[in-house]
């Protein structure tokens, strides 16, 4: 019995204005072509007492094609993950990463020192720590009561 590949975008949409016919080969290369497809990787931020932490997955992307930037209240990450074909004939069976250049903004509240940013990447997770200024850390106020 032979395989037929199912293909739900062609043939039906031929009849169609030429808009739509654009709008299926976008879908169709969307799709079919890894290299160019869009990725966006996963971020998590959570707060500390001293900072405000954004951890990114970046997984397979060097460190100098990954830039950081913090500009009028806005971080922005900005980063490519470039998809390298081996020389020696091999074909790939499935491709299902994503790859090509990528682009995160965060605002930042206005209690963030911007002056003493770090960066750590390790294991393909980059680690952005923005500390707190101090008049945003939690502070401990005594009440005295007075026996009267």
Do not use: C
């Not at 739509?20 to 072509?33: A, H, K, P, V, W």
């Amino acid at each position: 019995m032979p395989m037929i590949k199912y293909t739900p975008f062609t043939g039906e949409l031929e009849d169609f204005p030429a808009g739509l016919r654009l709008f299926q080969d976008s879908i169709s290369r969307l799709f079919s072509e890894p290299a160019s497809r869009p990725w966006s990787p996963a971020v998590d931020i959570f707060e500390t007492e001293n900072d405000l932490v954004l951890k990114a997955d970046l997984p397979d992307v060097d460190a100098k094609n990954v830039g950081i930037q913090l500009e009028n209240g806005t971080l922005t990450l900005k980063g490519e993950r470039k998809f390298e074909q081996e020389k020696n004939g091999k074909g790939f069976h499935r491709i299902e990463r994503s790859y090509g250049s990528f682009v995160r903004a965060f605002s930042l509240p206005d209690t963030v020192d911007a002056e003493h940013v770090k960066a750590d990447y390790k294991n393909g997770v980059l680690t952005v720590t923005i500390p707190k200024k101090e008049v945003a850390k939690p502070r401990t106020i005594n009440v005295e009561v007075n026996n009267n």
